[in-house]
């Protein structure tokens, strides 16, 4: 009896080991399954389609409209301005033209092209091999040096042109340069992140003029110029009204002192030293900006008698703008302001 009662007890152990043993493989099925499934669910809503990767945009541009589906990822800019815009959005273009003479110009701006971006060739004459190596989702280029191409560029990728120099009777260049950053976000998809940095360039304008005001220098005149030297010869770009420079200058509660009864669709008068000795303008206060490296101020115009007589030389109403570009987007145009403010004003 003691013998069948135990075999009794060892069969009754086996039995509900085995159901364990079946209960925890069945589990043990299930969660991987259920693993499986909902890494695959992951999975799917990852690189499902959202509504933004499918919305279609119609941009505006010198050149007629294009239609652009979903967010760009990869955008190659033919011209120096449109690298910059990118940059305030946060975005790295895939190729620039003409890496190694912007980095010279905009080497002020705190937002830098990253080490892989790729030379697309000079901005006159930007390698299309190149271009369609890279294989785009969007073209950005200007009117003045890639309309003759449009044709060729709009068959590797959606491609938009703009024009910074309006004609006499349209909009000035600064507008321009507002209108053209918010239609390049409105093609990124960042639409309100265009109007963030354009909100904030407006307040630092707004700040800018208080704190001139504040000291006095409130409605100065003065002259902006461009300048660089050539075999000993000085030459000068001064800025019109219609510049994109003059208007941030205006914005910020400055004066022109230089006036030109014709038309620059470029935004400047150019010329030698002479330009510097109307009465006008020598009276004014001078910001210059120039490469670097060029000693035209430190040692080629100090040699000249006739500029040395100047009353802006003689006052040290003389100003270095750090070779900041004149023709930039809103970084440039902010940093114009801070530092025309911050030379002016201490």
Same mark, same amino acid.
């Given at each position: 009896?003691?013998?069948l009662?135990?075999?009794?007890?060892?069969?009754?152990?086996?039995?509900?080991?085995?159901?364990?043993?079946?209960?925890?493989?069945?589990?043990?099925?299930?969660?991987?399954?259920?693993?499986?499934?909902?890494?695959?669910?992951?999975?799917?809503?990852?690189?499902?389609?959202?509504?933004?990767?499918?919305?279609?945009?119609?941009?505006?541009?010198?050149?007629? =409209?294009? *239609?652009?589906?979903?967010?760009?990822?990869?955008?190659?800019?033919?011209?120096? /301005?449109? $690298? @910059?815009?990118? !940059? &305030?959005?946060?975005?790295?273009?895939?190729?620039?033209?003409?890496?190694?003479?912007?980095?010279?110009?905009?080497?002020?701006?705190?937002?830098?092209?990253?080490?892989?971006?790729?030379?697309?060739?000079?901005?006159q004459?930007?390698?299309?091999?190149?271009?369609?190596?890279?294989?785009?989702?969007?073209?950005?280029?200007?009117?003045?040096?890639?309309?003759?191409?449009?044709d060729?560029?709009?068959?590797?990728?959606?491609?938009?042109?703009?024009?910074?120099?309006?004609?006499?009777?349209?909009?000035?260049?600064?507008? =321009?340069? *507002?209108?053209?950053?918010?239609?390049?976000?409105?093609?990124?998809?960042?639409? /309100?992140? $265009? @109007?963030?940095v !354009? &909100?904030?360039?407006?307040?630092?304008?707004?700040e800018?003029?208080?704190?001139?005001?504040?000291?006095?220098?409130e409605?100065?005149?003065?002259?902006?110029?461009?300048?660089?030297?050539?075999d000993?010869?000085?030459?000068?770009?001064?800025?019109?009204?219609?510049?994109?420079?003059?208007?941030?200058?205006?914005?910020?509660?400055?004066?022109?002192?230089?006036?030109?009864?014709?038309?620059?669709?470029?935004?400047?008068s150019?010329?030698?030293?002479?330009?510097?000795?109307?009465?006008?303008?020598?009276?004014?206060?001078?910001?210059?900006?120039?490469?670097?490296?060029?000693?035209?101020?430190?040692?080629?115009?100090?040699?000249?008698?006739?500029?040395?007589?100047?009353?802006?030389?003689?006052?040290?109403?003389?100003?270095?703008?750090?070779?900041?570009?004149?023709?930039?987007?809103?970084?440039?145009?902010?940093?114009?302001?801070?530092?025309v403010?911050?030379?002016?004003?201490?």
């Amino acid at each position: 009896m003691k013998r069948l009662k135990l075999m009794s007890l060892m069969l009754a152990a086996m039995v509900v080991f085995l159901a364990a043993c079946g209960g925890n493989g069945n589990k043990g099925i299930t969660d991987n399954e259920s693993a499986t499934n909902t890494e695959q669910a992951n999975h799917t809503a990852t690189n499902a389609p959202t509504a933004e990767d499918d919305t279609v945009r119609t941009i505006k541009h010198v050149l007629g =409209e294009t *239609e652009i589906k979903g967010t760009p990822k990869k955008v190659v800019v033919l011209e120096w /301005t449109y $690298a @910059e815009d990118l !940059l &305030a959005l946060g975005v790295q273009p895939a190729g620039v033209t003409d890496i190694e003479n912007y980095n010279v110009w905009y080497g002020y701006l705190e937002q830098k092209l990253n080490a892989d971006v790729v030379d697309l060739g000079s901005r006159q004459e930007p390698s299309l091999e190149t271009i369609t190596s890279l294989a785009p989702d969007l073209i950005i280029g200007v009117q003045t040096r890639h309309e003759a191409i449009y044709d060729q560029l709009k068959a590797i990728a959606p491609t938009l042109i703009f024009n910074p120099f309006p004609a006499e009777g349209g909009v000035d260049q600064y507008t =321009e340069m *507002e209108e053209t950053f918010l239609a390049i976000g409105e093609a990124l998809n960042k639409k /309100t992140e $265009a @109007e963030s940095v !354009l &909100a904030d360039l407006h307040a630092s304008y707004v700040e800018s003029k208080s704190k001139l005001a504040a000291a006095g220098k409130e409605g100065q005149s003065i002259v902006l110029t461009q300048a660089w030297s050539t075999d000993g010869v000085a030459t000068f770009r001064l800025f019109t009204d219609n510049s994109m420079a003059m208007s941030i200058m205006g914005k910020i509660g400055l004066k022109n002192a230089h006036k030109d009864e014709t038309f620059q669709m470029y935004g400047y008068s150019e010329g030698s030293l002479e330009v510097l000795t109307k009465d006008e303008t020598k009276q004014a206060s001078l910001l210059y900006t120039i490469s670097p490296g060029d000693t035209i101020f430190s040692e080629l115009l100090p040699k000249n008698d006739v500029y040395n007589n100047l009353p802006f030389v003689k006052e040290n109403r003389l100003y270095n703008l750090d070779g900041i570009w004149p023709f930039g987007g809103p970084l440039s145009a902010e940093l114009l302001a801070n530092k025309v403010t911050d030379l002016l004003a201490k």
